[in-house]
């Protein structure tokens, strides 16, 4: 049997809760844990330059706590280098970052960053942290992530999760799978995330390059109803192939 699509879940967002009243719950580090007990394959958060849910702390707690494989979303900033060299993440993952965004909205355009991309990629794997770079699936972004000799990407699914139409979703999923039949005859690993749920996960499943989701929104909205673990378990059940 093929293997199940590997699960990154994303805690941001019970910091985002916790934030709103800036109170001690709910904790995004024992989110992190039922995660991890319900089956999650990594730990995910994005550490914003803004810190408007995940702070500096949790980062460092989660370093100490995650036992599967802790990846930081982050900016292409020599600051966050700086923070990531020190915290040893097991993965990071450049993204691109505006203060006025309510979430990312767009994969990071290699092109036109390709200096400061490459300084951030060679700082990082000094500090010994695997890197991948998360892309809009675009293969002229794709090419040039290879050219830096990252050796993973993360292909952006936001306009498929953001079709309304099913003819579009349909639309979006073929440029998402082409996409990564692209990166991996370039020999890249390929990821993807952004706006996945339960609703429309099994698309993106379906594509055979793909190893790993990164979903966090869909899977904390659901832990609000029944509990991170069965929100988790329920996720991974839909990641079979």
């Known amino acids: 049997m093929p293997e199940p699509v590997r699960l990154g879940v994303n805690v941001d967002h019970v910091a985002t809760l916790r934030e ?12 992190a844990i039922l995660a991890e ?14 810190r408007r849910h995940i702070q ?5 707690a989660l370093r100490r706590t995650v036992r599967t494989r802790l990846n930081l979303e982050m900016a292409a900033q020599p600051a966050m280098s700086t923070i990531a060299s020190a915290i040893k993440p097991d993965h990071a993952t450049l993204v691109p970052e505006r203060r006025e965004e309510v979430t990312t909205e767009g994969g990071l355009d290699v092109l036109l960053n390709q ?8 700082d990082l ?21 290879a050219k830096l000799e990252v050796r993973a990407i993360e292909i952006n699914t936001a306009k498929y999760s953001e079709a309304r139409r099913d003819d579009q979703a349909a639309a979006e999923a073929d440029k998402v799978a082409a996409a990564a039949r692209a990166a991996g ?5 390929v990821l993807a995330g952004h706006g996945l749920d339960y609703r429309n996960v099994r698309r993106i499943v379906a594509i055979p390059e793909i190893v ?9 909205a659901r832990a609000a109803l029944v509990g991170m673990e069965r929100a988790v ?3 991974k059940a839909l990641l079979e192939r």
């Open 115 to 122: 200096a400061l991309v490459r300084k951030t990629v060679t």
């Open 56 to 60: 500096d702390r949790d980062l460092e």
């Open 20 to 31: 709103a009243r800036k109170a001690a719950e709910p904790d995004p580090v024992a989110a």
């Open 185 to 189: 005859k370039l020999g890249l690993t």
């Open 233 to 235: 378990r329920e996720m």
């Open 37 to 50: 007990l319900a089956g999650a394959d990594g730990i995910t958060v994005h550490l914003r330059g803004d």
């Open 212 to 220: 790993e989701l990164n979903i966090g929104h869909s899977i904390v």
């Open 125 to 145: 794997r000094e500090a010994g942290i695997a890197v991948s770079i998360f892309v809009d699936p675009d293969y002229d972004q794709i090419r040039a992530v």
